[in-house]
C-alpha cells in the first residue's frame, strides 16, 4: 500500500499542469455541451452548500490542489491553511486564490495539527484514503476541527473516465505515463454510516447529476 500512496503523490504532482483541465471539462474531458452544462450546473450545487456554511472562520484545507476550493473558502473566513502534498499544485493554487491564504506542503497521511479550526474542509481527498487509514483520517479530522465539509467524486459518478480495480485505479496523463492511485467512490448513505459510530452527526448528500457526494458534518457539543 506504502507504494501506492507514494506513486499516488508522484501523479499529482506530475498532474498538476493539466489537472485543471478536468475540472473544466477540457480537452479528453470535454463531456458534450449538454454533460459539460449538467457538470457545471452540479459544481455551482456544491460551491452553493458551501456557502451557505459562512462565515466559515478559520479553515484547514487538506488537499488544497490548484485552489478551485481554496478561492471560495478564502471568501468567508478569518485564515485558510491550505496543505498539500505537492509544492507543485500549491504554487497554481498560490496564484488562482492571489496569495490570500497560508500554504503547507505536507504529506496528510503523517501530519497532526497543532492546532483547532473552525472548519476542516477537503475536496476530492476523501476518496483517496485506504480502508486501512479510514479510521486514522477522521481522528486526524476531529483533532483539527469539530466540522468538516466534503465533496467529492460519488459512487456511480457517470464522468468516471478511469480503469478501477477495487480501492484501485490507474490513471494516465497527456503524455501517456500511467501511474496507480487509491480511488474510493462514496455514497452518502454508505459515509454516513461509516461516521456514524465515529461521532459524527453529518448532512450528505449526491449532486443533481449523480457526479459528485457532499455535505458537512460536526461533532455534537
Request: negative net charge; contains cysteine.
Amino acid at each position: 500500500m506504502n507504494d501506492v500512496l507514494t506513486e499516488m503523490k508522484a501523479y499529482y504532482a506530475a498532474r498538476a499542469p493539466e489537472y485543471d483541465d478536468w475540472w473544466f471539462r477540457r480537452g479528453s474531458y470535454d463531456l458534450g455541451e449538454e454533460g459539460n452544462a449538467r457538470w457545471a450546473a452540479e459544481a455551482a450545487e456544491v460551491e452553493a452548500a458551501l456557502d451557505a456554511l459562512r462565515p466559515f472562520g478559520s479553515v484547514v484545507e487538506l488537499a488544497a490542489g490548484t485552489g478551485l476550493w481554496t478561492r471560495h473558502l478564502v471568501e468567508g473566513s478569518t485564515r485558510v491553511l491550505a496543505l498539500d502534498a505537492s509544492a507543485e499544485t500549491l504554487a497554481i493554487n498560490r496564484e488562482r486564490a492571489g496569495g490570500r491564504a497560508d500554504y503547507r506542503v505536507a504529506d496528510l497521511f503523517s501530519w497532526k495539527p497543532d492546532e483547532r479550526f473552525d472548519l476542516c474542509f477537503f475536496g476530492f481527498w476523501l476518496s483517496h484514503v485506504p480502508e486501512a487509514r479510514f479510521a486514522r483520517f477522521w481522528d486526524m479530522v476531529r483533532r483539527a476541527s469539530n466540522r468538516f465539509f466534503v465533496v467529492d467524486s460519488a459512487a456511480g459518478d457517470p464522468a468516471h473516465l478511469w480503469e478501477s480495480g477495487g480501492e484501485q485505479e490507474v490513471r494516465r496523463l497527456a503524455d501517456g505515463r500511467e501511474f496507480e492511485i487509491v480511488k474510493r467512490r462514496w455514497s452518502p448513505d454508505g459515509l454516513t454510516a461509516r461516521l456514524g459510530p465515529l461521532g459524527w452527526e453529518v448532512d450528505l448528500h449526491t449532486s443533481s447529476g449523480g457526479s459528485f457526494v457532499y455535505g458537512s458534518g460536526r461533532i455534537p457539543a
